[in-house]
DNA sequence: TAGCATTTGTGCGTATGTATG
DNA sequence: ACATACATACGCACAAATGCT
């Protein structure tokens, strides 16, 4: 608990309690210890210690009741494997009821360099953008820019749509199949396009992937920027 | 940029900065651009701004220079291969010089839950637990936890110790090889002890991984919980 | 050499946010 | 709810170092 950080002292105890529910450190009693208690624990004056555990319950992760205590409302991290056959709908299977797939955006544009390396076109190569936003039980579980050649994929977009899936899109471009080649996997704070898309708050963490499918040939068909709020997803790699 | 969020827009603004540093937007010039355009660009004071390259130029990623710029001084994220034969040592490979591993802790001790389901024990089955921290060219890279089986490997601290490398302190034990079988990635808000050990700032963001290591025959023997840095290190999967 | 534009470094006053008791 | 101390953010002004004309 460092003062003078530039964080807050009650976001970093947000940040602990958070973690602290996360790995099931209150799983035998279902509630957070009394408010006098963590601020013994943490050191700090209560008055701190309420207002972490305001920002939590306002992010929907605890229900206080007066005269029992702060009630914890279970939310598991959805586990999403990545693998040579990494997709996100399967992916999540049994993990969530409601999945759904929204496309934010789409255009046709030239490739910046990172793109056409990814996807081995020639440097300002023609592909085409979508941004989506994928959803688990109404709450935002990423937010990705995707990048197909063209003129191969020239209508893509609307594919995604109608289906809200990738796998499905592809399908319809004559892609029966197709296999995850590369991943890169980092973490970064939320940016301001998070926080709106994702419904986060400023400082909350975004696991960054980066991943190149290639089709049966072995041709990139598709470079995908993607990221995940950490404090719902994790990442389960089985080789 | 939220303001009243309990994360200081100088730390906004930092993790920012270096977000940007890290994706190469700044690759062109070596420099950050100066502190009058940042401030526009982010719509806040200079004083704010310098506040955040203060920071940066603490972590040793700027060197500021009267009458010139800011110059940065590195920029690049060690990357690390998860694959079914991930071995630190060898996935650091060219990418830093100085490698060194040092042994914080050990003592044997009955196994917790989760550790006797991933290691495949009876509950409360005696294990060797070692705490090491992992640096190169004297930069933390990595805080892990890791357990193995009783009386197998009684002594493996030791082992470990001298030679600064699990692979190595293994085959002292005649584990010739082993396998990666699982990696659970996740990433969380840096905990005091994080800090101090490696070297970070309240707010930091680490990457954690929960990792089963198995011997040719399929015998889980280690399992290991390690915290890297996110701003120093990247995972990369080939599947 | 002198002058000028650009950029980082410093000081001060004020308002707001954070943490304590 | 109030009072206090400190951290954060802003606005303005000016000093110091560098490169160019």
Do not use: C
Not at 212 to 222: R, T, Y
């Amino acid at each position: 608990m460092r003062r003078q950080s530039g964080v807050a002292l009650w976001r970093q105890i947000a940040d602990r309690i958070r973690a602290a529910i996360a790995d099931g450190s209150y799983d035998e009693t279902g509630m957070v210890p009394p408010e006098t208690v963590l601020a013994a624990d943490f050191g700090v004056n209560r008055h701190t210690v309420r207002a972490a555990l305001s920002a939590l319950t306002q992010e929907g992760m605890l229900r206080p009741v007066q005269g029992i205590g702060t009630l914890i409302l279970r939310r598991e991290r959805l586990s999403l494997p990545i693998s040579r056959r990494t997709r996100f709908t399967e992916g999540v299977g049994e993990q969530a009821r409601a999945l759904s797939g929204a496309l934010l955006d789409h255009a046709e544009e030239p490739a910046s360099a990172a793109v056409s390396t990814a996807l081995h076109l020639a440097p300002h190569a023609p592909v085409l953008r979508i941004e989506t936003l994928r959803s688990a039980d109404k709450r935002g579980m990423s937010r990705s820019t995707a990048w197909f050649p063209l003129p191969r994929f020239h209508g893509l977009a609307d594919a995604f749509a109608k289906s809200g899936s990738v796998t499905a899109a592809l399908r319809a471009f004559g892609v029966e199949d197709y296999v995850r080649v590369k991943t890169e996997i980092s973490a970064v704070h939320a940016e301001p396009g998070d926080l709106a898309d994702l419904g986060l708050a400023p400082g909350a963490i975004v696991l960054v992937t980066q991943a190149v499918n290639a089709d049966p040939e072995g041709m990139p068909i598709q470079f995908a920027v993607s990221r995940f709020p950490a404090d719902r997803v994790q990442f389960t790699v089985e080789v």
